[in-house]
T-cell receptor, first 113, second 115 residues
Framework: DAMVIQNPRYQVTQFGKPVTLSCSQT?????MYWYQQKSSQAPKLLFH???????NEADTPDNFQSRRPNTSFCFLDIRSPGLGDAAMYLC????????????FGPGTRLTVL | AQKVTQAQTEISVVEKEDVTLDCVYE???????LFWYKQPPSGELVFLIR??????QNEISGRYSWNFQKSTSSFNFTITASQVVDSAVYFC????????????FGSGTRLSIRP
């Protein structure tokens, strides 16, 4: 089945230690998104790629970076995680049109010690 | 303003009861898209339905039904004969055409189905 895959499902890191979360998709979608979701809140868009074009949200901290080496993969790098970065990180994809349905992966739950 | 309001923070019903989750939206766009997503305890956001602003036809899918009314800017979701597996957080979301890729989520409604 075509799907969105996120690894790892659970990630524990130490305060200030860089961490990378990965997302891959078999849907061959052009658009990939990263969301941060804190407990009891709605997902918050961090940035997205439309093909190779990177679109950063204005309020996304510089501590968060992303890479998309090819259509299938997208990475979220947190350069110096703080306690406030503990959250669920969700990857999503959509096809060519920006208003198309976004399909989400299972998420990576990040714990910062 | 462009926003989605889910006034019901939490709902708890007994299994087999019908339950309606409310969603009210605001947008200045004439073209927009509405969504419902389900988020079970595992955390994955599961897509349920997408509606465009020009299609007010209500939809039924098994025990799920959706009532889209532009006159009241509402897109309500009803689960008939609820089951324990329906327990989850449900998000209503809006994607105005002018916002391109940016979905505006409601705050979510936590639905608990008691056996």
């Amino acid at each position: 089945d075509a799907m969105v895959i996120q690894n790892p499902r659970y990630q524990v890191t130490q305060f200030g230690k860089p961490v990378t979360l990965s997302c891959s998709q078999t849907l061959n979608h052009n658009v990939m998104y990263w969301y941060q979701q804190k407990s009891s809140q709605a997902p918050k868009l961090l940035f997205h790629y439309y093909d190779k074009d990177f679109n950063n949200e204005a309020d996304t901290p510089d501590n968060f970076q992303s890479r998309r080496p090819n259509t299938s993969f997208c990475f979220l790098d947190i350069r110096s995680p703080g306690l406030g970065d503990a959250a669920m990180y969700l990857c999503a994809t959509s096809s060519n049109m920006p208003t198309d349905t976004q399909y989400f992966g299972p998420g990576t739950r990040l714990t910062v010690l | 303003a462009q926003k989605v309001t889910q006034a019901q923070t939490e709902i708890s019903v007994v299994e087999k009861e019908d339950v309606t989750l409310d969603c009210v939206y605001e947008t200045r766009d004439t073209t927009y898209y509405l969504f419902w997503y389900k988020q079970p305890p595992s955390g994955e956001l599961v897509f349920l339905i997408r509606r465009n602003s020009f299609d007010e036809q209500n939809e039924i899918s098994g025990r799920y039904s959706w009532n889209f009314q532009k006159s009241t800017s509402s897109f309500n979701f009803t689960i008939t004969a609820s089951q324990v597996v329906d327990s989850a957080v449900y998000f209503c979301a809006l994607n105005p055409y002018s916002s391109a890729s940016k979905i505006i989520f409601g705050s979510g409604t936590r639905l608990s189905i008691r056996p």
